[in-house]
């Protein structure tokens, strides 16, 4: 690989916000991505790449954050890939084994490439976010309870 | 944008990945079991740039372990994405690290820099998944897996002749033409 950062696809600012839609539809429960999903209208023409295939993948977890990676264990993972009638491709990888929430979430990354896109991150997009950054605080506070502060009384001097 | 341009070309693979590849993956045995026998195989999409057969052959046999070489007027940019979607096969520019090869005869050479595997490990070999025209039925085969005779035209009788000669080793070629497949593999004599 070419150490030209230029190339590095991980830079490229049209990326780094497929990948934050993506990250916000796969994380949103598949309920209510379909609920949100309602005031599109009726779901766009679209043809398989790759029909939704249920997998495995090794899921991996570093202790306190920081540590050595280690193996956590094996999550479930649907994927798929569709494309619409004017040819944009839509992908989606979401844990489970919903494949309607497969679809409707490759649906979403397809149609926020095209000229939907405004319409697709004020409807879909921005209230699922909201829902999960709602639901991190919660946790958040909730872990926050049971927080307990560690200190070292200093001793002589 | 590029990504996009190129993702627009996309085709896609078998209606029913894995009912049709292990249609597609009995007719690839067949062939290769019996040389000279013409199957039939052909996915949902086909890139341009490639047969229906080699299509079908290539979401079969590649996955992200087996290296496959690309001759050039098959290497396009459409056929790569096509590939690299689908199968994860790396694509390599030397064929000496290829396990499968994918193009017009002419293009193959020079024929010499492909595995042929080794007296203890014959299957380290390259498969040629050759392109042609049409399968024809000019030369004569003999040999393993063929009762009497079978017709099939070889791209070239010369090489089958010096491949054989390297039994155990050698290397073995399907020929595509369409959506029909057949194959030669490195037991089969080649004649006239």
């Known amino acids: 690989m070419p150490a030209d950062p230029a190339s590095n696809p991980a830079d490229d600012p049209l990326i780094r916000a497929r990948q934050d839609w993506m990250s916000v539809l796969a994380k949103a429960p598949g309920t209510r991505l379909a609920a949100v999903m309602e005031a599109l209208g009726p779901e766009p023409a679209h043809s398989w790449l790759r029909a939704p295939e249920f997998g495995a993948v090794m899921s991996r977890g ?21 494309r619409l009638e004017d040819g944009t491709v839509g992908h989606a990888y979401i844990a489970g084994r919903d494949a309607d929430h497969a679809r409707r979430a490759a649906l979403c990354d397809a149609l926020l490439q095209g000229p939907r896109a405004a319409e697709l991150q004020a409807t879909v997009i921005a209230p699922l976010r909201a829902d999960l950054a709602r639901a ?13 502060d560690f200190f070292t009384m200093v001793r002589g001097e | 944008m590029h990504a996009t341009q190129s993702a627009q070309d996309l085709a896609p693979g078998f209606a029913q990945p894995p009912l049709d590849a292990a249609a ?29 057969a080699a299509s079908a052959l290539a979401l079969t046999l590649l996955d992200h372990e087996t290296p496959v070489w690309l ?9 790569r994405t096509w590939l690299a979607f689908h199968t994860g096969a790396p694509v390599t520019p030397r064929r000496e690290d290829a396990n499968f090869a994918i193009g017009p005869w002419d293009e193959m050479a020079p024929l010499a820099e492909f ?38 035209t070889h791209p ?16 073995d070629l399907f020929l595509t033409a369409g959506d029909r497949l057949a194959a030669i593999p490195r037991t089969t004599r080649v004649e006239g």
């Not at chain 2, 993956?25 to 490639?50: D, K």
């Not at chain 2, 001759?71 to 056929?79: D, F, G, I, K, R």
């Not at chain 2, 042609?132 to 000019?138: C, H, K, Q, S």
């Not at chain 2, 070239?156 to 290397?171: H, Y």
């Open chain 1, 136 to 148: 991190a605080a919660e946790a958040e506070a909730r872990a926050d309870k049971t927080r307990v």
């Open chain 2, 156 to 171: 070239d009788p010369a090489f089958a002749r010096a491949n054989a000669a390297l039994f155990p080793c050698g290397i």
């Open chain 2, 24 to 52: 597609c993956f009995r007719a690839a045995l067949q062939a290769m079991a019996r040389p000279g026998t013409v199957h039939s195989a052909a996915p949902a999409g086909v890139p341009s740039g490639l047969s229906p």
């Open chain 1, 62 to 82: 570093r202790a306190g954050a920081t540590g050595a990676p280690f193996n956590l264990g094996e999550i479930t993972v649907t994927r798929c890939s569709l």
């Open chain 2, 115 to 152: 595995a042929v595997g080794t007296p203890e490990y014959p299957d380290r070999s390259a498969t040629l998944i050759v392109e042609v025209a049409d399968l024809g039925t000019t030369h004569r085969l003999t040999g393993p897996g063929i009762e009497d005779t079978a017709h099939l």
């Open chain 2, 71 to 79: 001759a050039p007027s098959v290497a396009t940019e459409t056929v």
